[in-house]
């Protein structure tokens, strides 16, 4: 009801997340998804993290429980190599690494 209203300081918190061209290279460059295909992956998981931080979304504990499964944040051991590929300033594995928070 009514408008969801946002700061720049709520946005800039997860815009480079926004920024995600779908290229999928970082699953190609993730050595985790390459050992162990359950892993939900850095895309995936980048995408959860964007809208678990945008201020307006209601569902931030759902996704935090998903992101939180076996498959989810935890497997991802920060070689960085996903965010080396894609698009510069998204960085997926920053994103994963702060949902471990």
């Known amino acids: 009801e009514?408008?969801?209203?946002?700061?720049?300081?709520?946005?800039?918190r997860y815009k480079q997340y926004t920024?995600?061209?779908?290229?999928?290279?970082?699953?190609?460059?993730c050595?985790?998804?390459g050992l162990i295909p359950?892993?939900?992956g850095p895309a995936a998981l980048a995408l959860a993290h964007r809208w678990s931080s945008d201020s307006r979304d209601g569902g931030r504990e759902q996704l935090q429980q998903?992101?939180?499964?076996?498959?989810?944040?935890?497997e991802c051991s920060?070689?960085?190599?996903?965010?080396e590929v894609g698009p510069e300033h998204v960085h997926p594995a920053a994103a994963l690494q702060q949902e471990k928070i």
């Open 38 to 40: 359950k892993f939900i």
């Open 66 to 74: 998903e992101m939180a499964i076996a498959e989810g944040v935890w």
């Open 19 to 29: 920024l995600c061209i779908n290229c999928m290279l970082c699953y190609a460059a």
């Open 2 to 12: 009514g408008e969801y209203r946002q700061t720049p300081a709520q946005l800039k």
């Open 78 to 83: 920060f070689t960085d190599a996903c965010s």
């Open 31 to 33: 050595p985790e998804y």
